[in-house]
């Protein structure tokens, strides 16, 4: 099974914008208006080493009455189903809003891991906003600017633990095989070397 993580957070935050940079590719649209992923989507992430899969979630709509918050949740919910690990995205710049923390309630009571990332951390307009993400009670944040990069490392050394747990080891060689395939790769370089594979054909 590979492990899936699901972002997750009001709109605006960054969500997309994350998920485009650990599947190293544009497939999320990005936007200022909040809710133009109307849909969550998910896609395989080769995140430095690491692989796994990535599910974007929605936003929804300019008002934010307990209807919307309501349709927002049931795609959130849809997503969390398919996942292992909740990632909830909040606004450094911002700050915490109700919304923020109705999601944060919500994840609470779901039975899965949750990671908390504060993203726009790229200048110091988000320090306070760092210290505050504190409150949301799933420990210490991760700082990051999806958008510029920042952080990075410090989100793969998050998630490395349970990739790693989640995902079977490679077969073990035994010392024969071992040194099978050292005098293999010797034989390979060695010809290379030579230039072997030239005049082949
Ligand atoms: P989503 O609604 O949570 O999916 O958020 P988006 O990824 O669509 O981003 C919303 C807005 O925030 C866009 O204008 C992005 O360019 C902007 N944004 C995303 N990440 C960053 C960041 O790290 N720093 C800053 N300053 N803006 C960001
Ligand atoms: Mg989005």
Known sequence: MTFTLAIIGRPNVGKSTLFNRMVGKKLALVHDTPGLTRDWRDADANFFDLKFRVIDTAGLEESFDQTIQGRMRTQTERALMHADMALLVVDGRTGLTPMDRHFADWL????????????????????????????LGFGEPIPVSAEHGDGMHDLYNLLKPLVDAATPPPVALNEAEQEELERALAMYNEGDEKGFGDEEE
């Open 108 to 135: 609470r009571r779901q039975k899965m891991p949750v990671r908390l990332v504060v993203n726009k951390c790229e200048s110091e307009a988000a320090n306070a906003g760092i210290y505050e993400a504190f409150e």
